[in-house]
């Protein structure tokens, strides 16, 4: 699917005869969370939902489709991802034994974000794009790093995005990791990439949005992280960082004559509402309280910490504004979900359980709701038309008081017929591959060479 095909859903008159219809949201943009379940017709104008109810009669010029029963929903949204990682799926491991979690970053993540080069950015996201699409995915909050090709990288995964036709929140790790002038490149980066969208306003629903990205405290100085701040006051944008993933945050910070990274955070007026902060693992009750206050989002991204073995995060203390990501492990929201209940329920039921999976879950879509100012995670009239088509097999009854068991045990990406956004199919079960398979495998091969891990 090209982006002028994508376009091409600003003309779409169609109405889906005989839906199952499941979505979380009223449109009402002040209104909370309220999943429902109904049987109907679904009407689409151009990149918004029109319509839907019972037997909606056909209007003139309208594409009618009798989908015979099957269940739309709306499309996934990923509040934490690396879509800089996805040519690392299968590398080879370093020789070096990975014992903890700052072994992972200096024998992996560092040295292939110093690996990628601009062709290979932009591949990797169209890469981790076309996983996400089959899995549903229609939005992803992207954390990119690659230190030796900074400026412009986010037009590429732009690009990549729009080839795929997804919708992306984008930034810039920035780090002082590569000293002064690369970290003066970062903040350059995220600031041009936030100018560009400022200049764009676009009509419609918004295809992309902008945060201030920084890789996480314990790679930044007092002087950036002031920097850091006042971007996101001149832009009023919120961070998109790391913040706790492990112990090493707070050791590093109570080095610097800080309680924690929190504190040194929200000294340098880096608790912007609206800021996503990734992981929380070792965070105190009163870290809570005070992302509570500020209006920040604390995201789990519960199958990472495990492979990583930086602890459990203390999910039942999460702030209101919670939500699930992927950390680069994949765009399958729907396993990240059910491998987060499942991890809850290990040492006993709780401290998650279906309750905890529903407020997370739903977490996602108010992220969207916010950072794009459009009733994401509805499918009533005026939302836009972003949605998931599922087989027409469906193998138990959904109604509305089991429609979080559906997406716990019985949802799957192979389930997956069609996904939609702004109204037009970008994905149909059958696509071909957005790139030829073997010039993926070479770009990869020469990335893991170059991080010597292969000769
Ligand atoms: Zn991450």
Known sequence: MSAKESAAGAENALLLKNVVILDYYPVDMEAGPSPQVMRGDLRIRGERIAGRGPDLAPQDGEKVVDMQGVTVLPGNVNAHGHLYATLAGGMPQPRVPLETFTDILTEIWWPLDRALDHEAVYLSALAGAWDAVRCGTTMIFDHHASLAAVGGSLDRIEQALEEIGLRGCLCYETTDRGGKGQRDICLEENER???????????GVPRFRGLVGAHASFTLEDKTLQLLGDICSRYDTGLHIHLAE?????????????????????????????????HGVDLSPLDMQTLEEHGC???????????NG?????????????????????????GELRTT??????GGRGPMGHQGAERFWLGNYRLARETFGEPFGSLDTGAPADFIVLDTFRKTPLEEDNWLSHLLFCFHPWDIAAVYVSGAPVYRRGDAPPADAAFLQDTAARLWKTMGLVR
Do not use: I
């Open 297 to 307: 989002w604390l995201v789990h991204c519960g199958r990472s910490n495990m492979n």
């Open 193 to 203: 990439y936030l100018q560009k969208l400022a200049d764009r306003r676009p009509a």
């Open 341 to 346: 209940y499942f991890r809850g329920n290990e």
């Open 246 to 278: 492990g112990p090493t945050d707070r050791e590093v910070s109570r080095e610097r004559g800080w309680p924690d990274p929190l504190e040194r955070l929200e000294a340098n007026g880096l608790l912007h509402p609206g800021s996503v902060f990734a």
């Open 310 to 334: 930086v602890g459990r995060a203390p999910v039942d203390r999460f702030p209101e504004r919670c939500a699930l990501g992927t950390d680069g492990l994949d765009d399958n929201l729907w």
